[in-house]
């Protein structure tokens, strides 16, 4: 090895030497045994046999968790902590700073440590596997959860033998293979603490277990667990759907990084609708009747695609600063523009590729991207910040999002990555495009889970063995500078135009059903929320510079009446319809924390919502994007 190769390993060495860890690295596997029995309460026990020698003992909690991209491991809900050894018990120290982390002293003589505890699974709330995971009939175990570990080791090399009970009843499905099971018990064969983090279960009373393309191998399988046995009737053109994703996904990549794949879909109201990628897995989480209603079908209809497209792009490739050695390391997000930028356009365009949307919808969702990403936000805000600032926004609220700025990096990165998909086209003359770029850089060969990971470097060089262009100056000019506008020229050059009438947008309605909103975010520049009680008629955002911020409005406040009548969506449709090409303002009287004040909103130019329209001077280069690359494909 060379001097820099010797002094890194040497600084290695000092590393573990220094953490305080009694762990035997050369012992059996650690044992870590789930008991969900408790579940319909949202209680999970864990039993946890660690090989110990005696001395000083550091045990850490998951902290950064690999696809949420932050700390936000529920530290605050594991409880009833109790570690024994040799049938006494151990006290144990939290650290002062690092608030995952636990000390103790294993004693002479000792072993083997033993821990007891508990997770408390919230019962309402947002979050990604810190959120809600458990109700009456099923539950999601992120291992995550449940997981304690030695510090000073790699989780590579940990080794994990885990086992589950479940309540009478329950299937379950996971990417884990099992070992044995018995009516009371199952046993997972051993892996990595990576891989068992890297595996959720998903367990149920109401289960259905669908093979998907039969033809292709590896096998793949749609797993959904439901609140209602009504909830499981997927159709047979959903299925189908979802087969053609899977063929779609492999003819795009050339090559599969695993040994088999399981989507698991939970179907509850209960839970935060929200999707986490495994390499082997998907946990994805949408409302109970999600397959059997259209407005929920079409609200989620990209999830799986998504998450399935992560096994890709963020599980075999992931930016380098995000690949680190345990959970406690912090990650580097300042490539999810990638990460999640670039999956967010494929798993767009694959669920147009599959048929689980049409390219109708493709375009509208397309068009209300584009459109409201124009805010006012992106004046002081580059794309990137967005991404390296993720751990923070991702539990941002939404009052005042257009001028704090999101996590814009997926929505953004739609429109950067089909803005260079579309220059490639261009570039090459239709010879090449991004799919190109997709299988040299994510493609064969085949192999089981592994981890690549990338830097910005390796992206442009990839691109550039595609089709040689300033794919550098591309980039600083969308990611690393302040742009007051969205990258829209994927779609221009693509033979559309992002266009306002005062049609409603497809997509907006649904959400608005979905989400019981009222999205003016193109008129009044507000949105408001539609639901029963106290929170009908809040404000949850206003956008500055539009006629709502300038009359004085802000998130928060609850609308009362509108031109004297009080607050309905039909109301505020008949307001703007009546001011319409008038000298009349929208009189809205809103309730500011106990302050009810009125506000004179002068706005005349009707509904107004965005559209694509086909622009028939440029070839349909977008239309292009969503073809099929598979006969199944429609």
Known sequence: MGRGSRKTWLFIFFLLAILPSAFAQNATSIRLSADLRDAPRRIFHAHLELPVKPGPMTLLYPKWIPGEHAPDGPITDLVGLKVTAN???????????????????????????????????PAAGEGFSAGPSADQVLSVLEWNLLV??????????????????LPQGWKFATSLSVQKQDADEIVFAPVSLSTLVDSPVLAGQNFRSIPLAPDVQPPHHLNI?????????????????????????????????????????????????????????????IPERSFINSDLEENSNSLLSHEYTHSWNGKYRRPAGLATPD???????????????????????MAARAGLRTPDDYREALARVGAYLDWPGRTWRTLEDTAVAAQLLYDAGRN??????????????????????????????????????????????DSGPKLAPYTLEDIIAALNATVPYD????????????????????????????????????????????????????????????????ENGRLADVIPATPAAEAGLAPGMRISSINGRGFTAGAL?????????????????????????????QYHGGERYPHLVRNTAQPDLLSDTLRPLTSGGK
Not at 251 to 276: C, I, K, M
Not at 478 to 506: K, M, S
């Open 573 to 601: 449709h008949e307001a703007i319809a009546e001011a319409k090409g008038t000298n009349k303002g929208i009189v809205i009287t809103a309730d500011n924390g106990g302050f009810v004040l009125t506000y004179n909103v």
């Open 87 to 121: 049938g006494k018990t151990i006290p144990w120290r939290r650290d002062n700073v690092d608030m995952f982390m636990f000390h103790m002293e294993v004693p002479n003589g000792a072993s083997m440590l033993e821990a007891d505890y508990d997770y408390l699974s």
């Open 225 to 285: 667990a439901a609140d209602s046995v009504a909830a499981l009737a997927i159709s047979d053109e959903q299925i189908a759907a979802y087969s053609r994703l899977v063929r779609e996904e492999g003819a795009l990549f050339e090559a599969r990084h695993y040994d088999h794949y399981d989507f698991l879909v939970s179907l509850t109201n209960y839970f935060y609708p929200n999707g986490l990628e495994h390499h082997q897995s998907s946990d994805d989480r």
């Open 327 to 349: 959970f406690e390391q912090p990650m580097k997000g300042d490539l999810l523009w990638i990460y999640e930028g670039l999956t967010q356009y494929i798993g767009e365009f």
């Open 400 to 445: 005042w999002e257009a001028w704090r700025r999101s996590v814009d990096f997926y929505d953004e990165g739609w429109l950067l990555w089909l803005d260079a998909d579309i220059l490639i086209r261009q570039q090459s003359h239709g010879q090449k495009s991004l799919d190109d770029f997709c299988r040299r850089f994510y493609g064969p060969p």
């Open 148 to 165: 304690l570990y030695p510090a000073g080791t790699p989780t590579d090399a940990l080794t994990y033998q885990a086992s589950l009970r």
């Open 471 to 534: 794919w550098r100056g591309f980039f600083n000019e969308r990611v690393y500078e302040i742009n007051p506008h969205p990258p829209v020229g994927g779609i221009e050059r693509g033979g559309w135009q992002l266009v306002y009438n005062d049609q409603e947008n497809a997509v907006i309605r649904v959400r608005e059903s979905v989400d019981d909103t009222l999205d003016l975010s193109f008129s009044l520049g507000m949105v408001v929320q539609t639901g029963m009680g106290e």
